[in-house]
């Protein structure tokens, strides 16, 4: 159990882990990632190399836990722990694909 004032941290790495694991992704697949901590255009970025990502489309919410959550006034979307699922989903997503190209991790 997460406790309250570790919200801002972990959904912070929640977003962190999620991005750097799709651009881990897009580098697998040979494409520079773009420089942002938009977690759907990184998705878009995928989805013009033509990789299915549909399982992880709701991983965009993400993007609101790179910088507003460190704010007071940020309005969180969901819980910790649904923040860190959708993280895990997406890392696990990641980790299939790579196996896919036969990339270790």
């Known amino acids: 159990?997460?406790?309250?004032?570790?919200?801002?941290?972990?959904?912070?790495?929640s977003q962190q882990a999620t991005e750097k694991a799709l651009k881990a992704l897009l580098i697998a697949y040979h494409k520079r990632p773009p420089r942002t901590h938009n977690i759907g255009i990184?998705?878009?970025?995928?989805e013009l190399i033509g990789v299915e990502t549909k399982q992880?489309?709701?991983a965009k919410i993400l993007t609101d836990y790179a910088?507003?959550?460190?704010?007071?006034?940020?309005?969180d979307k969901f819980t910790t722990e649904e923040a860190l699922e959708l993280?895990?989903?997406?890392?696990?997503?990641?980790?299939?694909?790579?196996?896919?190209l036969r990339v270790e991790c």
């Open 56 to 58: 992880i489309l709701q």
């Open 87 to 100: 993280a895990r989903k997406t890392l696990e997503w990641v980790r299939e694909k790579l196996r896919e």
């Open 42 to 46: 990184l998705i878009n970025e995928l």
């Open 1 to 13: 159990m997460l406790l309250e004032r570790d919200f801002d941290y972990s959904t912070f790495h």
């Open 67 to 75: 910088v507003e959550a460190r704010y007071p006034d940020f309005e």
